[in-house]
Each structure stands twice: as C-alpha cells, then as structure tokens.
C-alpha cells in the first residue's frame, strides 16, 4: 500500500513482496518516469531502494520495517535479491537508487531548480553542483546519530519545511534515512519526494 491515501497516488503500480520486503516491480525508466511525474506540491513521501542490507536491518527493527512498508514507491535496488526472486518466478524489477539520482541530475533537474540536501559534506555537495551546474541547492549536514537527538531532529525537518522542493536528497543510509523522512512525514509541513 502506498502511503499516500488511493485519491492522491498518481499511478498504482502492482506490489511483489520478496525476502520480507515490499517492491513495486518497475524498471529503472518506469522508476524514473514516475518520480519526475509526482507534483512538487504533494506532501512529502518517501522512495526507497531495498536491497539485501535493508532485508537484514528490516528484521531487527520494527520502524523501520514499517516505514520502508508504506513507502510511496519501492524499487529494487540489489542484482542478488533480482536473480534470487527470479529462481523462485517472481520479477522484483531493477531500479537502483544509485541510477534514479543519477538520471536525475542528468536528465531531470534543472540547473536552477530547488533542491533540498540532508546528510553530506559540503565538499560533496560543492563537487554536485559543479558538476551538473546547480544553483539552488538548500543543504544541512545535521550531527552523526542525529536521529536520536529530538533536538537535531527538530532542526532538520524545520530545514525541510523551510526549503521546499520537488527532491528532497536524504544522504545518511538506512535505517536513519528512512526513519527521518518518516519524521518529516509525521510532521506534515513538508512537501517534495
């Protein structure tokens, strides 16, 4: 079930589920053609790329297994867990995190488009802009294990909420990455995906 309510979800795509985890088994251009098409303006949701570690991590905390559950869209993001499902007849699909972004920043986002960056060195986000030309990037590093700083968090989605954009690129791997844009769902102020 995606987590937005059926009357807001752009597009339903059929559900896999596989090794404990929820796919939408798209493509990477299915992937991509769905992310570009999801209005800026909607309430903030989460795309999520499983793969075997989020398998491992989804067993061990309940949270995050009922995040990456509710997740807008989920696509694989792992060659194994894609030859695996495919042994048992199931086609999980293959679109990678990695390569979303990717296109992206290639073919998607414009130079002076808002974007919205949590996690990351400043260097990193400085060689980003460089390299595709980006000039409107709004970006907070917040503290190492920030998610169990109330405080920190707090500061982090009262960033988002003040930067709204059609992405919002949350840059701290799971489960931290997810449990936050959970945070920002609950908060409700946030828009983007």
């Given at each position: 079930?995606?987590?937005?309510?059926?009357s807001?979800?752009?597009?339903?795509?059929?559900?896999?589920?596989?090794?404990g985890?929820?796919?939408?088994?798209?493509?990477?251009?299915?992937?991509?053609?769905?992310?570009?098409?999801?209005?800026?303006?909607?309430?903030?949701?989460?795309?999520?790329?499983?793969?075997?570690?989020?398998?491992?991590?989804?067993?061990?905390?309940?949270?995050?297994?009922?995040?990456?559950?509710?997740?807008?869209?989920?696509?694989n993001?792992?060659?194994?867990?894609?030859?695996?499902?495919?042994?048992?007849?199931?086609?999980?699909?293959?679109?990678?995190?990695?390569?979303?972004?990717?296109?992206?920043?290639?073919?998607?986002?414009?130079?002076?488009?808002?974007?919205?960056?949590?996690?990351?060195?400043?260097?990193?986000?400085?060689?980003?802009?460089?390299?595709?030309?980006?000039?409107?990037?709004?970006?907070?590093?917040?503290?190492?294990?920030?998610?169990?700083?109330?405080e920190?968090?707090?500061?982090?989605?009262?960033?988002?909420?003040?930067?709204?954009?059609?992405?919002?690129?949350?840059?701290?791997?799971?489960?931290?990455?997810?449990?936050?844009?959970?945070?920002?769902?609950?908060?409700?102020?946030?828009?983007?995906?």
């Amino acid at each position: 079930m995606n987590s937005l309510p059926t009357s807001r979800t752009l597009v339903s795509w059929p559900e896999v589920h596989f090794a404990g985890l929820r796919f939408h088994a798209l493509s990477l251009d299915e992937a991509v053609a769905a992310v570009a098409a999801r209005p800026a303006s909607l309430p903030f949701d989460i795309l999520i790329t499983p793969n075997a570690e989020h398998a491992w991590l989804r067993r061990k905390d309940d949270e995050f297994n009922r995040i990456s559950a509710n997740a807008w869209l989920s696509t694989n993001d792992s060659r194994v867990l894609k030859q695996a499902a495919r042994f048992g007849g199931v086609d999980l699909g293959f679109a990678p995190g990695a390569h979303i972004v990717d296109i992206l920043f290639q073919r998607i986002i414009a130079p002076s488009e808002a974007i919205t960056i949590v996690g990351g060195e400043d260097e990193v986000i400085a060689d980003l802009a460089r390299q595709f030309g980006l000039t409107n990037i709004a970006h907070h590093n917040p503290p190492m294990g920030f998610i169990n700083k109330p405080e920190a968090v707090a500061v982090a989605i009262d960033f988002v909420a003040a930067h709204p954009a059609r992405f919002v690129f949350v840059a701290m791997g799971p489960p931290q990455s997810e449990k936050f844009c959970q945070r920002l769902i609950e908060d409700g102020r946030a828009t983007g995906l």
